[in-house]
């Protein structure tokens, strides 16, 4: 067994128990009936002192997402120009937000967007008829804690988000073929009886090795066929004795000179270009070469393929001629202010997410992804630059989130 493999095992029997850890203690919280927040006439969240009470609530019907606070004294609905208000949420690795609000109907209004994800601590103050109050809960969602040790444990690594150049490259298919010249078929000269054999079939040979002698028929006096290029014997169709009857008696092909011939459709076509770089790729998927595209067929085959000929240092890829090859060709190359790796990316509610860690806490941070090339993904919006996040094994953290009960309330 690879020690990949039994990395990936150990990875995953950690993450099995690290699940079974967080049921058994989901049901031991379970024993502990948590209260669960008193909700007002808008489904906002009550806070109360004496016979003054706050309904703090997030509306996002037909607006992005805001607070409003109606406040009431008894019972009674108090005059919104009456009550002072400001809400501090408290974000995890970000900073602070204030929030100050203004009265609009019967409402107050905050005076700030509250961006995804909904996950802080909740501070607001509050003044009415000469006495000021204060409420402070948590409100979190998206969010867990996992020791540093753990975390080492099951593979959970971490990179800082930042400017990435992206390639963007597009999958060709073709084969690899003897380049010109580098394939030669011999015959006799004269026609004749073959007298001996010099080399073997697979041998190495120069230019000007002895292959054959062929005794001529005309003048019954032998000579010697020799070969006009260096390369692998790779056809010796012949034995002692045998007439030469016109046929090829020796193929040499020089396996140095091979290139890769991929074939690009019409749309395909338009966006390759002469000199551009190309990751040469096996049956396997696995890159064995690099190479360039050396030319560009004007003509279209009868499938309405372009021929594209890509150069490549054939004696590093240990591959016959006729073999199947992938080519991914680069077709563009841009930098981009911000980026995450491709790996990274969780589903979180119908957002796309990535894991920040601050100290031992990991929290989803909601994003909006711009182009894909490769292992990157551009950041658009959601992350701040240098925002340490989780690269490889994210979805032990997603995994230990859901287990959690992570939930999306006001």
């Given at each position: 067994?690879?020690?990949?493999?039994?990395?990936?095992?150990?990875?995953?029997?950690?993450?099995s128990?690290?699940?079974?850890?967080?049921?058994a203690a989901?049901?031991?919280g379970?024993?502990?009936?948590?209260?669960?927040?008193?909700k007002?006439?808008?489904r906002?969240?009550?806070?109360?002192?004496?016979?003054?009470?706050?309904?703090?609530a997030?509306f996002e019907t037909?607006?992005p997402?805001?607070f409003?606070?109606?406040?009431?004294?008894?019972?009674?609905?108090?005059?919104p120009e009456?009550?002072?208000?400001?809400?501090?949420?408290?974000?995890?690795?970000?900073?602070?937000?204030?929030?100050?609000?203004?009265?609009?109907?019967?409402?107050?209004?905050?005076?700030?967007e509250?961006?995804?994800?909904?996950?802080?601590?909740?501070t607001?103050?509050?003044?009415?008829?000469?006495?000021?109050?204060?409420?402070?809960?948590d409100?979190?969602?998206?969010?867990?804690?996992?020791?540093?040790?753990v975390a080492?444990?099951?593979?959970?690594?971490?990179?800082?988000?930042?400017s990435?150049v992206?390639?963007?490259?597009?999958?060709?298919?073709?084969?690899?073929?003897?380049?010109?010249?580098?394939?030669?078929?011999l015959?006799?000269?004269?026609?004749?009886?073959?007298?001996a054999?010099?080399?073997?079939?697979?041998q190495q040979?120069?230019?000007?090795?002895?292959?054959?002698?062929?005794?001529?028929?005309?003048?019954?006096?032998?000579y010697?066929?020799?070969?006009?290029?260096?390369?692998?014997i790779?056809?010796?169709?012949?034995?002692?004795?045998?007439a030469?009857?016109?046929?090829?008696?020796?193929?040499i092909?020089?396996?140095?000179r091979?290139?890769?011939l991929?074939?690009?459709?019409?749309?395909d076509?338009?966006?390759?270009?002469l000199?551009?770089?190309?990751q040469?790729?096996?049956?396997?998927?696995?890159?064995?070469?690099?190479?360039?595209v050396q030319?560009?067929?004007p003509?279209?085959?009868?499938?309405?393929?372009?021929?594209?000929?890509?150069?490549?240092?054939a004696?590093n890829?240990?591959?016959?001629?006729?073999?199947?090859?992938?080519g991914?060709?680069?077709?563009?190359?841009?930098?981009?202010?911000?980026?995450?790796?491709?790996?990274?990316l969780?589903?979180?509610?119908?957002?796309t997410?990535?894991y920040a860690?601050?100290?031992?806490?990991?929290?989803v941070?909601?994003?909006?992804?711009?182009?894909?090339?490769?292992?990157?993904?551009?950041?658009?919006?959601?992350?701040?630059?240098?925002?340490?996040y989780?690269?490889?094994?994210?979805?032990?953290?997603k995994?230990d989130?859901?287990?959690?009960g992570?939930?999306?309330?006001?």
């Amino acid at each position: 067994m690879s020690n990949s493999v039994k990395r990936s095992l150990i990875i995953s029997m950690l993450a099995s128990l690290l699940m079974s850890l967080s049921s058994a203690a989901l049901a031991v919280g379970a024993e502990v009936q948590e209260i669960e927040p008193e909700k007002g006439p808008h489904r906002g969240r009550m806070l109360r002192e004496d016979d003054f009470a706050i309904e703090l609530a997030i509306f996002e019907t037909g607006v992005p997402p805001e607070f409003r606070v109606w406040a009431s004294q008894g019972g009674e609905a108090l005059p919104p120009e009456n009550v002072k208000v400001s809400v501090t949420l408290g974000r995890l690795g970000d900073g602070d937000d204030l929030i100050n609000f203004k009265p609009q109907d019967d409402f107050l209004r905050g005076d700030m967007e509250i961006v995804e994800p909904h996950s802080f601590l909740v501070t607001l103050n509050a003044s009415y008829g000469g006495k000021r109050y204060q409420w402070q809960y948590d409100n979190f969602e998206g969010r867990t804690r996992i020791n540093a040790d753990v975390a080492d444990a099951m593979g959970i690594t971490t990179g800082a988000a930042g400017s990435q150049v992206l390639v963007e490259r597009l999958p060709l298919f073709g084969r690899l073929v003897a380049d010109t010249n580098a394939l030669t078929q011999l015959s006799a000269r004269f026609e004749g009886v073959i007298k001996a054999i010099h080399v073997s079939l697979g041998q190495q040979v120069k230019a000007g090795t002895p292959l054959i002698s062929i005794e001529s028929n005309e003048s019954l006096k032998s000579y010697v066929l020799r070969a006009d290029i260096a390369g692998e014997i790779a056809a010796l169709p012949v034995n002692v004795g045998e007439a030469t009857s016109g046929r090829t008696l020796v193929s040499i092909v020089d396996r140095s000179r091979q290139v890769v011939l991929l074939k690009a459709f019409p749309d395909d076509r338009r966006r390759v270009a002469l000199n551009n770089s190309v990751q040469l790729r096996n049956d396997t998927m696995d890159v064995i070469g690099e190479g360039e595209v050396q030319w560009i067929s004007p003509l279209l085959n009868a499938d309405q393929s372009a021929d594209i000929r890509v150069s490549v240092d054939a004696s590093n890829l240990a591959l016959p001629a006729g073999s199947f090859i992938r080519g991914d060709v680069e077709v563009a190359r841009y930098e981009v202010p911000l980026a995450v790796k491709r790996k990274a990316l969780q589903s979180f509610r119908d957002f796309t997410v990535v894991y920040a860690k601050v100290g031992d806490q990991y929290e989803v941070r909601m994003l909006e992804l711009g182009r894909e090339a490769g292992e990157w993904v551009e950041v658009l919006g959601g992350l701040k630059p240098g925002t340490e996040y989780v690269t490889d094994n994210s979805f032990i953290i997603k995994a230990d989130i859901e287990k959690s009960g992570a939930s999306h309330d006001h």
